[in-house]
């Protein structure tokens, strides 16, 4: 069996974070399966100057340990026609994958989120005669079937899709909603790395970190973006800080806009928390752990989520969770026993659970234990099974009437 990987989000030499769940899993799976990697860079003209140097390219070929990682252009205009994305990309890719075929004759398209790697995908699977399988990962697949355009593209490619797995059951639900057929969805949540996520030893974490010793560590981890809610946290501190003087609130995660990172800014000033929060900036994904390890609870305050990695990986190392009760949250956390959940957005029950969680003396062996179970390599079993279970139905897309072969 030989699985084409089509992810746009995936780590490269420039952004070595972004997408690490996409490539865990994929390198799990490729135990089981011959697996090549196609991670397109989305390219427009000056794109330095609109996305950053970070974003604007990635070597053409990277070996990432078991992988062969291909990092072509694709056009991506940006802030506008982004109801194309998902034809430019297919379009873009087309040359790629035929010319890719010659020595990689892949069986079957793994494509990882709706749009546009998933809508690409299909019409990839269209022109060579190849089933596809589309991953549902999380709030960006909700975010654009919100809009009016992109919302029939991934409503026709998952529907089109020989089967489309949900790393939650509440993305499930949505794809149903969508119209896929219940029996062409499966639920496989991600794992986690039980060898690199597991208790660590807080007082050496604190020392190697640089962070006080005698504080109650608040951690959040998540690019500084709206929807991750670390205004929320800000919003709420202050009256968490006059029950408890020794907070402080660490946020580990880059790619702040400007304007949200004044405003981040504004919440430290205006609430007197200079003493009370840092922001350490984005962080190898491998110093987690540590991160982990130094912190007292791990607080989230998101809006939407699929299935997050970054509670996964807190619950493995044993620290437990205030986090809002949408997504996939719940299917994770276990109401006080793994931590608190807490309705979106009520401030007050946020700040109450906090407060409570950092009272409470938890069983974090226990909360790790649990967490921990889920591994990736039961994960990439699980996914390896629906692939030679589509194989064996034959379950391909239709074709759309023209193949380079």
Known sequence: MRVLVLSSAFP???????????????????????????????????????????????PPVVRDGNLTVYHPRFLCVPAVTKCLDGLLYFLSLLP??????????????????????????????????????VTLRGSHDLRNAAFRLRRPQIRSALRAAARV?????????????????????????????????????????RAALGLPSDRRILLGIGNLLEGKGHHRILETL????????????????????????????????????AHHVRFVGSRPHQEVPCWLAAADLFCLATAAEGWSNAITEALACGVPVVTTRVGGNAEIVREGRDGFLVPYWDAEAFQGAMLTA?????????ISARARATGWTRTAEQVAQQFQEVLADGAAPTPSGWSPR
């Open 96 to 133: 790629v994958v035929a010319r890719m075929r010659r020595h990689f004759d892949f069986d079957l398209i793994d494509a990882h989120f709706s749009y546009p790697d998933g809508a690409a995908a299909v019409l990839l699977g269209r022109v060579f005669r190849r089933p596809v399988v």
């Open 165 to 205: 797995v949900a790393v939650s059951e509440s993305l499930a639900k949505f794809a149903i909603e969508l119209g896929v057929p219940a029996e062409q969805v499966r639920v496989i949540p991600n794992g986690v790395d039980p060898e690199q996520f597991a208790p660590g030893d807080r007082t050496a974490a």
């Open 12 to 58: 490269n030499p420039t952004r070595p974070a972004y997408g690490v769940f996409v490539r865990e899993r994929a390198r799990h799976v490729a135990e089981h399966c011959e697996t090549v990697v196609v991670a397109p860079i989305p390219w427009f003209p000056f794109n330095r100057l609109f996305r950053g140097a970070d974003r604007a390219g990635a």
């Open 358 to 366: 950092l009272d409470t003396r938890w069983d974090r062996q226990e």
């Open 238 to 273: 202050p009256a968490v800080i006059a029950r408890r003087p020794d907070v402080l609130y660490v946020a580990v995660g880059g790619s702040a806009s400007r304007g949200y990172q004044r405003q981040l800014d504004d919440l430290v000033t205006r609430g007197g928390l």
